[in-house]
């Protein structure tokens, strides 16, 4: 927390930035099996197609990027992020940085390759 009452989080090196087209999703299990299924499930049913799921290991558990055939409102996005199980923490805090007006600038939703603290 710095001296104005900010809390910044910690520093880190970005591995993705936020895209209209893509959501960012951040799992703390060993295993993304159910979310897999989920994720064909909701796909289905909100009527849009993956064209790209990459899956990639963190220390805690799993980072998944979905590149989609079109583009998204922030706020469908972190909706989207939330139904396919993202941490509800970091999609809280994106659902604030939208209202708040910051949704303008890409870093408002990200995925960290590691944090530096």
Known sequence: M????????KPGIVKRYASPNQTLGDYDYDTLTTELEWLFSTAHRLNICASTIGLERTKRGWHMTVIWNRRFKPSEIVMIQLLLGSDIQRERLNAQRIMSGKASNRRWNLLFKEKLV
């Not at 710095?2 to 989080?9: A, D, E, V």
């Open 2 to 9: 710095n001296p104005n009452g900010w809390y910044f989080g």
